[in-house]
């Protein structure tokens, strides 16, 4: 089972370049695609789901061409787009039957997924009551549901974490890895806590391009020895933030303490261990300076 995305470019009216000659190839698993709002991602994820056409280059789904068959990839794919709407006068079993059966699964198939899914995403006390009353959350479990009636292959989710609350979240992320031993998941994100906790493999697009393509460890090493942890006062902190590379600031009661990305360190900072959240600002800086990171694979 492979998905490839062989020099995709993606080009808008007015000359807007939302992909750039963009290349990946994915095996079983699950990837976490990130970057930063308007980077690229959601426009990939609908040329990956057969919605949006590439303006060049090709993605492949078993060595078939998407663009000439899609039906070979939509039979076994599972979506969740970042806007998913639902009908507001069906409740949560109505709607999923009416797309179990746009997706060609029998009535009994069907009854039997919906059951097992609105269980797997906690809403089967309220699968009667009408979408309209569901909360932002419930609607993307929902919306998670519906993904998953045809038990995909490639499962592809955008911003899928959007409006759950912590519980939910980290109940996703859990559902997410147990779903990746024998698919291809792609969970497309901004949050990197969602990619940290879920992903075997992370791609990092800015711009369209693809800036780096790694294992969580590959990205951490990177890293290693150029993350620093400096206690300054808060008057200072804005000369720090325009000085250095600033990957985040906690306020304790004996100053701020400040994460710093960089070969050096400034006088009095302390060296700690690299997170993700360091290696993906890292990599975007590298990218913004023209360096490639080298952490390709």
């Known amino acids: 089972m492979k998905l490839e995305i062989q020099e995709v470019s993606k080009q808008y009216r007015r000359g807007v370049l939302a992909l750039n000659r963009f290349s990946l190839e994915l095996k079983p698993g699950v990837l976490g695609l990130l970057g930063p709002n308007g980077a690229g991602k959601t426009t990939l994820m609908t040329i990956l789901a057969t919605i949006t056409r590439a303006t060049e280059g090709r ?17 076994v794919l599972g979506y969740l787009p970042q806007d998913f709407g639902v009908y507001p006068n069906l409740n949560a079993v109505e709607f999923l039957e009416y797309l179990a059966a746009v997706k060609g699964l029998d009535a009994a198939t069907a009854t039997r997924r919906i059951d097992e899914l609105l269980e797997l995403v906690n809403l089967t006390e309220v699968r009667k009551r009408p ?30 974490t959007a409006g ?54 590959a990205l951490l090493r990177q890293v290693e020895g150029k993350v620093w942890e400096w206690v300054i006062p808060s008057a200072e902190l804005n000369a720090a933030k325009g000085r250095f590379l600033v990957s985040s600031t906690t306020r304790r009661s004996d100053g701020v303490h400040v994460r710093i990305l960089g070969e050096a360190a400034p006088i009095g900072a302390v060296p700690v261990p690299p997170n993700l959240e360091d290696a993906y600002l890292y990599c975007l800086s590298q990218h913004r300076a023209g360096v490639q990171p080298g952490v390709q694979q």
């Open 59 to 75: 993605v492949l789904w078993k060595g078939t061409d998407v663009a000439r068959d899609p039906d070979a990839l939509r039979s």
């Open 131 to 160: 979408l309209g009353g569901y909360s932002g959350g419930m609607k993307q479990r929902v919306g998670i549901a519906q993904a998953l009636l045809n038990d995909p292959q490639l499962l592809i989710v955008d911003e899928p």
């Open 164 to 217: 759950l609350d912590p519980e939910e979240r980290v109940r996703f992320r859990n559902l997410l890895s147990d779903l990746s031993g024998e698919r291809i998941v792609i969970l497309s994100t901004h949050i990197v806590s969602d990619v940290e906790a879920t992903a075997t493999d992370i791609a990092i697009i800015a711009k369209g391009a693809l800036v780096a393509h790694a294992a969580p460890e």
